[in-house]
């Protein structure tokens, strides 16, 4: 492969990221103990979405502990649940478009992600925010809905 092909590459596999939320950890709980390695864990994590100011959103995933957990090797389950709030006068920085990704993590060490759309319910004035696991080739319907109905802010 030619030196140009591979940072053709790797700029757009950055780029492809761009655009969506980084999360901060807020927290985590054990839900089983493993001998060797890291234990199995429910972790929430908190972001901000990118293109609406005023939105925070925080969502609970399990992760994978064990030994392979622990190299990052491990499939996480697809579990996952999410709450949206207004936390501030609602701005939106660019145009929205229905089913926009706004957060994404890595599940497996291949093909597996745990990520966080947005809907635009113009009729109720409100933001949809909803979350599911997909792989490349088979998805899991397990999911978890948050709306936000945009409000004054006084």
Known sequence: MSRRALLLGLGLALASGAGVAR????????????????????????????KVEG????ISRAR???IKGSLGIAEDTSDASINCQQT??????????????????????MFKRIQVV???DKARNALVYLTYSD??????????????????WN
């Not at 792989?135 to 004054?152: C, E, F, T």
């Open 23 to 50: 999360a901060d950890e807020v927290g985590e709980v054990t839900t089983a103990f493993k001998l060797l390695g890291a234990n199995h864990k429910i972790v929430v994590e908190a972001f901000d979405d990118p």
């Open 55 to 58: 939105v925070s959103c925080f």
């Open 64 to 66: 994978t502990g064990g």
């Open 88 to 109: 501030g006068p609602v701005h939106f920085r660019e145009d929205l478009e229905d089913g926009e990704e706004v957060f994404s993590q890595r599940a497996s060490i």
């Open 118 to 120: 947005r809907f635009q």
């Open 135 to 152: 792989k490349l080739i088979d998805g899991s319907p397990k999911n978890s809905v948050s709306a936000v109905v945009i409000r004054d």
